[in-house]
C-alpha cells in the first residue's frame, strides 16, 4: 500500500449524493475527503472523473469460466485464478465472493465432479503469497439436488474465509427452471444431450430432491452457522419459499424470479439482489422476472454481474439512469453488498474506511474504468 495518494477534482460518489472534491489516502485507508476542484501539489488530476468506492462483488461465476473454459477442458486451477483476478480488478471489481459449486452427481448422463475444495485451496494459498490483486472470500453454492453436498461441505472450516452460503435447489419444474422448455433449451446446449438423456436427467434431478431435498437444505443451513457465514436463498419465487427462507434466517435474496417473490422479501426484511445482466439486457434470459421491473417497484437492493464481471459497473450506472440519482445506483454495487455480508470497513467513501477506489468516466454512454486501487494500491 501507498504511504500517501490524493485523488483531486473529482466527481465523488458519496453515500446519497455526487459532488466535487478530492479524497486523501493514508496507510491504506481514506484518511480525509475534502471539497472543491483545486488540485493540490502531487495529486492526481482526476479531470472531473468519478471517484467511487471499488465495486463489491457477491455471486459471481466468472472464475468457474476460467477453470473451464471450455465444456471438457480443465485449466490449471493458478493461472486461472490469476487471471480472473485481474479480469475483475479491471473492471472495478475490488472484493469478490468467489461462486464455487459444492455438491457433485456421480449418475453417467449428469455427471459432475467436485472441485471447490481443491480449488479453494489454490486461492488461498495464492491469497497468502500476496499474489492477488483484490480482496477474495469464499462464497459456496449449495446444491441440493446432488449425491455429495454433506460430504463437500464438511471439507470446509472456520479458517476457509467462507462468507457466503447460498442454497441452491435447481429441481426442473420449479424456481428457475419453471419452463421446462428454457431448461431443456439450456441443458442442450451446455451437454450436448439428446431427448431421452434430457429426460433421464430431469427424471434423476427429481428423484434427488425427492431423496435429499430436506436433509441437504438442513445441513447447508448448519454449515453456513459453523462457517459464520452469511445464508442466502436462490431463486425463490412464492411468496411461501420465501417464508421458508426467512425460517432459516436469510436476509439475502439471489435473483427472485417473481414480483410476488420479491415483495415477500421486502416484507421480511430480506435484501433482493438481481443480474446486471438481466438489467443491461432489459430481461431475464431464463425467462423470469425483469430487474428493471424490480427497480421501477422499489424492490432492488443490491446488484451481481452474475456471469459478466463488465457488467457490474456498466448496470449500477445504468440503474442511477432509471432512478434519476447516481449516487443511488452506484450504492447497489458498492455499500448495500458490503453490508448485506458484514463487511463495514469498505464500500463507502468515508474517512477510515478502505481505500479500495475506483476512477471513471463516461464514453459513448458507457462507463470506462481509468484507475483502480485496493488499499490504496494501484492494481488496473
Known amino acids: 500500500m501507498t504511504e500517501e495518494m490524493i485523488l483531486a477534482n473529482a466527481a465523488l460518489v458519496l453515500p446519497g449524493e455526487v ?4 479524497v486523501k489516502v493514508t496507510g491504506g485507508v481514506i ?30 461465476d466468472n472464475l468457474e469460466r476460467h477453470i473451464q473454459p471450455r465444456p471438457k477442458v480443465d485449466w490449471p486451477l493458478a493461472s486461472a485464478i490469476i487471471a480472473h483476478d485481474a479480469e475483475l480488478a479491471g473492471t472495478g471489481i475490488t472484493t469478490v465472493f468467489d461462486a464455487m459449486r459444492v455438491g457433485s452427481i456421480s449418475r453417467r448422463e449428469s455427471r459432475y465432479g467436485a472441485y471447490a475444495r481443491q480449488l479453494a485451496s489454490e486461492l488461498l494459498e495464492l491469497r497468502a503469497a500476496n499474489a492477488l490483486k483484490i480482496s477474495h472470500f469464499l462464497h459456496l453454492r449449495a446444491e441440493i439436488c446432488t449425491d455429495t453436498l454433506v460430504e463437500e461441505l464438511n471439507a470446509f472450516g472456520e479458517e476457509d474465509r467462507v462468507r457466503l452460503v447460498s442454497l441452491m435447489d435447481h429441481t426442473p419444474g420449479q424456481r428457475q427452471f419453471r419452463d421446462l422448455a428454457k431448461l431443456e433449451q439450456y441443458v442442450k446446449g451446455k451437454h450436448g444431450f439428446d431427448d431421452a438423456a434430457f429426460q433421464s436427467h430431469v427424471a434423476h434431478l427429481m428423484e434427488l430432491q425427492e431423496t435429499y431435498g430436506a436433509l441437504h437444505e438442513a445441513e447447508a443451513v ?3 452457522k459453523r462457517f459464520g457465514a452469511v445464508l442466502a436463498s436462490h431463486d425463490d419465487t412464492t411468496a411461501a419459499q420465501v417464508a421458508v427462507s426467512a425460517g432459516h434466517g436469510i436476509r439475502l435474496a439471489e435473483f427472485p424470479t417473481t414480483v410476488e417473490a420479491a415483495q415477500a422479501c421486502r416484507v421480511q426484511g430480506i435484501k433482493v439482489m438481481m443480474g446486471a445482466p438481466n438489467l443491461i439486457r432489459g430481461g431475464s434470459h431464463s425467462g423470469n422476472v425483469a430487474a428493471h421491473e424490480l427497480a421501477n417497484l422499489e424492490l432492488l437492493d443490491i446488484l451481481s454481474s452474475d456471469y459478466v464481471p463488465a457488467a457490474l459497473l456498466m448496470s449500477a450506472v445504468k440503474l442511477g439512469e432509471l432512478w434519476g440519482d447516481l449516487a443511488r445506483g452506484l450504492g447497489t454495487v458498492t455499500h448495500a453488498p458490503a453490508a448485506a455480508v458484514g463487511l463495514d470497513d469498505r464500500g463507502r ?10 476512477r471513471f468516466s463516461m464514453q459513448a454512454g458507457a462507463p470506462a474504468i481509468r484507475g483502480v486501487w485496493t488499499r490504496g494500491l494501484r492494481v488496473a
Do not use: N
Not at 459532488?19 to 478530492?22: A, D, I
Not at 467513501?349 to 475506483?358: P, S, V
Open 19 to 22: 459532488r466535487t472534491g478530492s
Open 31 to 60: 484518511a480525509d475527503i475534502s471539497d472543491g476542484a483545486s488540485v493540490p501539489a502531487g495529486a492526481m488530476d482526476c479531470q472531473g472523473d468519478f471517484v467511487s468506492p471499488g465495486l463489491v462483488e457477491l455471486h459471481t
Open 222 to 224: 448448519a454449515a453456513a
Open 349 to 358: 467513501l468515508e474517512t477510515g474506511k478502505r481505500a479500495d477506489l475506483i
